[in-house]
């Protein structure tokens, strides 16, 4: 079976150039809505007289670990006093470092400012920044870093031609992210999933369900069984289509498509869709 043969070279080979230079675009684009939307929030939920204040829980963690918080809470509030002036300054470099990256100037090293701000802000966080979304656009952020030329304006052919190992990297980031979401499924011993009545349950308890949510809720249980099986699917076994070649690429590219469609029409996940979309150029060609 030619189409199912694993070659490892080819697993390494250089993307399209179009998918990388279409990624870039996206996570610039992300990080701006990130630190905008951070721009409204943060000093009401960790400013100084925010509901979980940055600058005690600092203290209370250098007290607890010592030298070890630099590791264990890396921020760069360690060093700058996280005040109302510097919580909200950063969220407006955040969104310039945004735009250089759209632009493609000194890609590598303003993809390691963008990336070291916001962790600063997720390590200072605590409760608001616990989310699946953080955490991929922060593994996101890092893959740009690697895979961007160290040069204040490269080329288009240089930004989007990165060593061979990126290909892999990104689709392995994606690999995990799809067959992580279902194996966290079912070791959650909810017995809806195991029962395939998860999804009627969802429409109600997600966050920021949309109006066509309400439709999808009604929908008898036949419908919201087939569908909970289609998403285990998608996430338990199309994943390892994405190193069985082309065809398999493009097929895993179609499904998570449908899937990441659905959750859209029917939830509000703030930028973890968009993350998932700017990661999934990894597949085209």
């Not at 470099?93 to 997720?122: D, E, Q, R, T």
């Not at 011993?189 to 999808?216: G, I, N, V």
Request: aromatic share 20%.
């Amino acid at each position: 079976m030619k189409i199912l043969s694993f070659n490892f070279k080819k697993l390494l080979s250089t993307p399209n150039p179009l998918a990388l230079w279409l990624f870039f675009r996206a996570l610039s684009f992300i990080y701006f809505i990130a630190f905008f939307s951070l721009s409204f929030q943060i000093l009401g939920l960790i400013g100084e007289g925010g509901i979980l204040p940055a600058s005690p829980f600092l203290h209370y963690v250098q007290d607890q670990i010592g030298w070890r918080r630099f590791f264990l809470v890396p921020t760069l509030f360690w060093i700058i006093p996280p005040t109302d002036p510097m919580l909200y300054a950063g969220t407006f470099l955040g969104m310039f470092l945004a735009i250089l990256l759209f632009f493609n100037i000194a890609p590598a090293l303003v993809s390691l400012f963008l990336w070291s701000l916001y962790l600063s802000y997720v390590s200072v966080g605590q409760t608001f920044f616990n989310f699946q979304w953080d955490g991929l656009l922060l593994e996101c952020g890092l893959l740009s870093i690697l895979s961007s030329p160290w040069k204040l304006h490269p080329g288009f052919m240089e930004l989007t031609f990165p060593p061979a190992w990126a290909t892999f990297i990104f689709r392995w980031l994606l690999f995990r992210l799809m067959l992580l979401s279902g194996i966290v499924k079912l070791e959650s011993h909810d017995p809806t999933w195991r029962a395939l009545t998860a999804l009627k349950y969802h429409y109600e308890t997600e966050p920021l369900p949309t109006p066509l949510a309400w439709y999808f809720y009604h929908f008898p249980m036949w419908f919201h069984e087939t569908t909970t099986f289609i998403v285990l699917f998608i996430e338990l076994v199309v994943p390892f289509a994405i190193f069985l070649g082309r065809l398999g690429r493009t097929v895993s590219f179609i499904l998570f498509s449908l899937l990441q469609l659905l959750i859209i029409l029917t939830g509000n996940h703030a930028f973890f869709n968009l993350d998932y979309f700017s990661l999934r150029t990894c597949l085209v060609r």
